[in-house]
Nanobody
Framework: QLVESGGDLVQAGGTLTLSCYASLSTFSNFAYSWYRQTPGQERELVAS????????TYSDSVKGRFTISRDNSKNTVYLQMKDLKPEDTGVYYC??????????WGQGTQVTVSS
């Protein structure tokens, strides 16, 4: 249901934009989040966006550097990442959630930031 793309190997200080295409018939009714995970660690919430698109939240580690957004006409959620740091390395997952509905996860996309 969710397909992430855009992961890559980039140098520290670089920029990258991740995309999450959601094949959900009621795309605009879902809230979306980006998580990242590194080996041996739990999945960490990076950014989230409400179903109405008005409310965003970010982890302290990415605040001011990452921006989550959505395009309802394209059924796509984005994560714009700038000033990337080696500690941003990980597999990034997209999640769609709506009260009373199953939670959907993508398969993940790898982001590697070299120092």
């Amino acid at each position: 249901q969710l397909v992430e793309s855009g992961g890559d190997l980039v140098q520290a200080g670089g920029t990258l934009t991740l995309s999450c295409y959601a094949s959900l018939s009621t795309f605009s009714n879902f809230a979306y989040s980006w998580y990242r995970q590194t080996p041996g660690q739990e999945r960490e919430l990076v950014a989230s966006l409400s179903s109405g698109g008005r409310t965003t939240t970010y982890s302290d580690s990415v605040k001011g550097r990452f921006t989550i957004s959505r395009d309802n006409s394209k059924n796509t959620v984005y994560l714009q990442m700038k000033d990337l740091k080696p500690e941003d390395t990980g597999v990034y997952y997209c999640k769609a959630a709506q009260m009373g509905r199953p939670v959907y996860w993508g398969q993940g996309t790898q982001v590697t930031v070299s120092s």
